[in-house]
């Protein structure tokens, strides 16, 4: 599949992004990435998570939560073993982890757990991140430990979902992305869970969700994240006349020169030149390398593709 996206749990420095090959979000046609099946993009999803900001680390709302819980749903027999089970199979922290590095709104999320549980959480959630590049599976243990101890938390299944798009768990992706957007509310990851449509062989699928009302609350860069999914599940069908149309009608503008214009000039050259449109697309892959003097794209190499 197609590149990787940089999506790390949110961090209070911000993060950046850029685009793929054959439509999918990712990293611009970046250089130097491992094997295509495991490299995606995300979308990123609102601010609001629909959890109290009034709740203290370990107080009355997380005993209360927990109690009604309890008493609605009896725990099946050998829960208490898989707990402990799944504690004892954590993955290593290394003890000097800053977890002031999250985003202060992640770490407001985790406030509803104790304290010491809402640390251990954080510092899975930071690990995730650190080791995506290097170790998807081990940067996903380390997601599904965050999720275990935080189930209720829609930050973290979140950030499992997307681990889980990173590595190529692409059913694991769409079930934590689903589960992340029924507790925060709003569009939540949707290019990320159209792309793992794509992974999972249903392009059809994918464009459902492009017509899902949620795409409608999309932002500018949520709306381009999106349009190059689609565009790539059109290609996917062998529809790559489609594919063109489905990325301009997003407006690819050679004025606009932020990240994600760059990734969507990267999508629109590639498709061109799916297309056999070789000249367009030489236009747009010499667009592409203007805005990326850094060579973090493949740009300048799909160029020489033009000739």
Request: charged content about 35%; glycine content about 8%; proline content about 4%.
């Amino acid at each position: 599949m197609s590149d990787r996206s940089n999506e790390r749990p949110r961090r209070n420095h911000g993060s950046s992004s850029s685009k793929g090959r054959n439509g999918r979000p990712g990293n611009g046609g970046r250089k130097g990435r491992r094997d295509d099946s495991r490299d995606r993009r995300n979308d990123r999803s609102g601010d609001g998570r629909g959890r109290s900001r009034n709740a203290r680390p370990g107080g009355d709302e997380e005993r209360k939560f927990n109690n009604r819980h309890n008493r609605s749903q009896p725990r099946r027999q050998g829960y208490r073993e898989d707990r402990m089970a799944q504690k004892l199979s954590e993955p290593d922290l290394p003890s000097d982890l800053d977890i002031s590095v999250l985003d202060p709104s992640v770490l407001q999320d985790l406030k509803v757990l104790s304290h010491d549980n809402a640390t251990r959480v954080a510092k899975h959630m930071i690990m995730a991140a650190e080791l995506l590049d290097d170790d998807p599976a081990l940067a996903l243990r380390h997601a599904r430990a965050a999720k275990n101890r935080a189930g209720r938390v829609g930050v973290v299944r979140e950030t499992n979902g997307v681990i889980a798009y990173h590595a190529g768990e692409w059913k694991e992706a769409l079930s934590e992305l689903r589960a992340a957007r029924r507790m925060s509310g709003g569009p939540g990851l949707l290019a990320v869970m159209a792309d793992a449509e794509r992974g999972l062989g249903r392009p059809e699928k994918a464009l459902e969700l492009g017509r899902s009302p949620e795409a409608r609350d999309l932002d500018r860069e949520g709306r381009i994240e999106l349009a190059i999914v689609l565009s790539g599940a059109r290609r996917d069908l062998g529809q790559v006349d489609s594919a063109i149309a489905t990325l301009e009608r997003v407006r690819p503008n050679k004025d606009e020169r932020d990240v994600s214009a760059m990734r969507l000039s990267y999508a629109y050259a590639d498709a061109l030149l799916a297309a056999g449109r070789k000249a367009e697309a030489a236009d747009w892959f010499k667009h592409v390398i203007e805005l990326d003097p850094e060579m973090l794209t493949d740009a300048k190499q799909r160029l020489e593709e033009t000739e």
